[in-house]
């Protein structure tokens, strides 16, 4: 499976995400292949700060860097050799983004649930669209990501994602605004790594884990 964890917003939490959901696939006993599709490199850089902890794994969480319009053909190169391709995609509509979603299964759609970020679901849409023209078995997943402990902003970004039924489908969980999910990151490593895991974030990656790819996770 290939996942494309993207959309046209930064600060949504997409490399938290891609490599969070990664760690669990690992951990499931699958090879995977992390790509950092992203300019800025951000999990380029958690993948450095990872390979320095001797307290964890990384022999099954393969990261590299791969941007331009060339990645269809390097992601189609190297499919056979994983099971599972999640991949950051940047904070744009970018032709590293595009070109990765021409060959990928899914894309995942973090949004918060803020106007600013919210305005850009129809311009998301339309980008999903247009790819869907040439590879018409893409879904496109939204997720309420960095969610509200309280209030009605959350149900309300969902009931934005269902104005757009037929392109859209709205992810049955949400991940909340947990500091141990950032925390966790800039020390290379996931979520349920730490030392004293926030059982709530763990809980909440998880079940987007068993969501997305429709399978067990490994506690």
Do not use: C
């Amino acid at each position: 499976m290939i996942l494309v964890v993207g959309g046209i917003k930064g600060g949504v939490g997409k490399s938290t995400l891609a490599s969070n959901l990664a760690v669990l696939v690992a951990q499931s006993g699958r090879d995977v292949l992390l790509v950092d599709g992203d300019s800025q490199e951000t999990t380029m850089t958690w993948a450095a700060a990872r390979g320095e902890r001797e307290s964890v794994s990384t022999d099954r969480v393969t990261t590299v860097a791969l941007v331009g319009k060339g990645v269809r053909d390097e992601l189609r190169r190297l499919k056979p050799k994983y099971e599972v391709i999640v991949i950051d995609a940047g904070a744009r509509d970018t032709t590293t983004q595009r070109s990765a979603l021409t060959i990928a299964d899914a894309i995942l759609l973090p949004f918060a649930p803020r106007g600013p970020d919210l305005w850009t679901i129809d311009a998301a849409v339309e980008m999903i669209t247009e790819i869907k023209s040439v590879n018409e078995g893409l879904r496109a997943l939204a997720l309420v990501n960095r969610a509200d402990p309280i209030g009605g902003d959350n149900a309300e970004a969902e009931a934005a994602f269902a104005e757009h039924a037929d392109i859209l489908t709205p992810a049955p969980v949400r991940v909340g605004n947990r500091k141990a999910i950032a925390q966790a990151h800039l020390m290379g490593l996931a979520a349920n790594e730490m030392g004293r895991p926030d059982p709530k974030a763990v809980a909440e990656l998880k079940a987007l884990y068993r969501y997305v790819f429709n399978t067990e996770v490994a506690s």
